[in-house]
């Protein structure tokens, strides 16, 4: 499989050559993105058939010479990376698809088709590389390519901003994983994952480390408060890139994460820890979804619901710590197959959704969603493939999302085996947290798809839109296929999962409950069929409609529609988003983002348009990085002054240096 994933590597990274040297030719489109899509197709397919293998317990890996006879750059498959290259390059493949067909609307292609060949050879090389020099090249790498993605549309207003804040919170983030890394290599200097794993680092260290694995992943993830860059550069890159970033690229980061602190720091683990995770996924799943329910713009909605998922992860990954840090890695392994499964199902629906907010694009050319509306009628293909993913996204059954979300409550409510009064404590609000985020999530997913697809068209651009091609229609149609079969069939994808998480923390999940049940706690008689809650649900759908066909009556009326008691049949009568977030924007928008709404409204006889404006205070922004700039700028005037000094100045300085650096290395040779 290793020689597969770096073979795919040299071809994805040829692709991005053959896009960067004949980007204007006719065929530039095809070949890059189809050779992508038949890239990443048979690296799906090669690590599905090694993940399925018996004997996949095997490791492989490999050295490579790299400049100085002594020095190696390291590669390893295992079952923890081979999964997330199964789940890169399946999720890669059908993106790539709908590319085929989205790419031809690309204004500018020569700023694309370059580097997105190249962004799924640097996001395959981060997950097999086996050394830290290796690790944080792929992973800078990844960034810049991703950053340049990012810059494509560079003419448009505020997408060059949002390219210098990702660029800057990825370089913070790879700086801290620098710093991680130091820690575990220690005084030795050992740079690869093999001599980190046989170290042995201090509480302290460990403690650091895996602060720093959190925040170093986390900023590439979309934790808050590290989350800013996400509603910036989503919606700046084109929506193929914004699938491959939210779907995917937030998962590489997840997967960082679980190889540094599950793998890397090794044994003795700290309680603490698994709470600090948690309590951070905690707050980014309820403040990312708050923050989705107030946007207009599509794009930025989907961006901030990824930080909502990545939150709910980053709670199973923290509490599955809790356990194994505690001894019980029996109820260890339910929380990390959980989080693990929800990783997988969020690459799934997050891409359809971004594909199908990229179709809407192309055929409207709007991204805010209070001048579209009644796309149903004119994209019904993607109307029903939009309502899949929305349907996943919200947890809802028969989806994959409310599976993967069903098994993390099963994890929170083992919480009672814990030892530490504290974690006792945190997991119930944890939970509490989970179900508010997702009450939260099935209203802000059914604000955007009745205020999108079911409402009247509010502008002249939604009533002349049409169905997009046939390649992207397949692609999203692919990816809701699999979102309905992960959720009938999830006992399959957890039995995927399963030797990896017995791998990890040192224990699988219960079997016996065959392929048709999921049964995933110990002793207990609660259990969950997909397959069987698609059967029953269906067939009340088609009793229902047997019934209004059969009882109702054949005439033909016509009336009105139900029109919220205005009878005009102007379209700004209806609900729009704004208005359909307002009762839950008052209850938590007002506390949490100190919402400001002003109305003005002119008195009866009065000719002028009424207006209403909505301001909302980003905490991250203002408590964090408005503080730090301005601390920054403050320090930068006053340092400025030091290239205006003379010679003589500076050679003081530089032998005031010399001196506190001697003092210094003599207090450490003591």
């Keep these: ?39 990443s197709a048979v690296l799906a397919g090669a690590g599905l058939l090694d993940q399925l293998r018996p004997s996949s317990g095997a490791v492989a890996a490999l050295s490579l010479p790299m400049g100085l006879p002594w020095v190696e750059v390291h590669f390893r498959v295992d079952l923890l990376s081979g999964f997330f290259a199964v789940l890169l390059n ?17 204004a500018e292609p020569r700023r694309v088709l370059p580097f997105y060949p190249a962004y799924l050879g640097m996001m395959n090389l981060v997950l097999v590389a086996d050394d830290a020099f290796a690790f944080l090249l792929s992973w800078e790498t990844m960034s810049i390519v991703s950053w340049l993605l990012v810059l494509a549309n560079h003419r448009q207003e505020g997408n060059a901003r949002a390219a210098f804040i990702y660029l800057l919170m990825a370089s913070f983030g790879t700086l801290a994983l620098l710093f991680a890394f130091g820690l575990l290599a220690g005084a030795e200097g050992g740079y690869s994952f093999a001599a980190m794993r ?31 860059w996400l509603p910036l550069a989503h919606p700046a890159a084109p929506s193929h890139v914004s699938a491959l970033m939210s779907g995917v690229m937030t998962k590489i980061a997840i997967y960082g994460f679980i190889r540094i602190v599950f793998d890397l720091v090794g044994a003795p683990q700290q309680w603490w820890w698994g709470g600090m995770i948690m309590c951070v996924g905690a707050i980014s799943a309820v403040l990312g979804i708050l923050y989705a329910l107030m946007e207009r713009d599509l794009k ?25 840090a505690s001894g019980v890695p029996e109820y260890a392994a339910l929380p990390f197959v959980a989080a693990l499964f929800h990783a997988l199902n969020h690459a799934l629906f997050k891409s359809l959704l971004f594909c199908s907010a990229g179709a809407v694009l192309t055929a409207t050319g709007v991204r805010d969603l209070e001048r579209l509306g009644g796309l149903i009628h004119r994209m019904p293909r993607t109307a029903v493939v939009a309502l899949v993913g929305c349907f996943a996204i919200a947890g809802l059954p028969p989806l994959n999302g409310f599976a993967s979300e069903w098994m993390m409550f ?23 947290a989970l179900v508010l985020a997702a009450a939260l999530a099935a209203a802000c997913f059914v604000r955007l798809y009745g205020v999108l697809f079911l409402s009247r068209p509010r502008t002249a651009q939604a009533a002349a839109a049409s169905e997009v091609e046939p390649t992207m229609t397949v ?15 999830p006992a399959l994808a957890v039995k995927l999962i399963d030797p990896l998480a017995a791998a990890i923390v040192g224990a699988g999940l219960p079997s016996g409950a065959g392929w048709l049940f999921l049964a995933p706690v110990v002793g207990e008689l609660n259990s969950y069929s997909g397959i069987i809650v698609l059967a029953v649900m269906t067939g009340f759908g088609l009793l229902v409609v047997l019934l209004a066909h059969r009882l109702g009556t054949s005439r033909l009326r016509r009336s009105a529609p139900w029109d919220c008691g ?32 002003t109305v003005d409204m002119p008195d009866p006889g009065e000719t002028r348009a009424a207006s209403f404006k909505l301001g909302l205070w980003d905490p991250a ?50």
């Excluded at 999720?91 to 790419?103: K, M, Q, W």
């Excluded at 099963?410 to 509490?432: E, N, Y």
Aim: a positive charge; charged letters at 10%; hydrophobic letters at 60%.
């Design 198 to 228: 046989a170290g042995t680092p201090d509480a302290w260290a460990a403690g650091f480390v895996v602060i720093l694995a959190l925040i170093g992943a986390g900023s590439k993830a979309g934790l808050v408060p590290l989350h800013v």
């Design 475 to 489: 692609a999203m149609g692919l990816l809701a296929t699999l979102c309905l079969c992960l959720g009938a069939l």
């Design 621 to 670: 922004w203002r408590l964090i990085f408005d503080p730090c700039a301005r601390l920054i700028g403050f320090l930068a005037d006053r340092f400025n002054a030091m290239q205006f000094m003379t010679i003589r100045r500076y050679l003081s300085l530089m032998f005031a240096a010399l001196i506190v650096l001697l003092f210094a290395v003599a207090a450490t040779a003591q």
């Design 410 to 432: 099963q994890a929170v409510f083992t919480s009672p085996s814990l030892p530490q009064p504290l974690l006792k404590l945190i997991v119930p609000l944890a939970g509490v």
């Design 1 to 39: 499989m290793l020689d597969v994933i770096l073979l795919g590597v040299a071809a994805l990274i040829g692709l991005g050559i053959t896009g960067a040297l004949w980007p204007r030719l006719p065929q530039a489109n095809v070949i890059v993105y189809g050779g992508s899509l038949i890239v």
């Design 566 to 597: 205005f009878p005009s049949s102007d379209p700004a009568t209806q609900y729009s988003a704004s208005s359909f977030a307002q009762p839950l924007r008052r209850v938590f928008a007002t506390v949490v983002f100190r919402a400001n709404e």
């Design 90 to 106: 399946f999720a890669g493949a059908l993106i790539s698809l709908f590319a085929l067909g989205y790419g031809r609307h690309d």
């Design 300 to 324: 930025t909605l989907l961006a901030y619901s990824t930080v909502e998922n990545v939150g709910i992860i980053m709670i199973g990954l923290g509490l599955s710590l809790a356990f194994r």
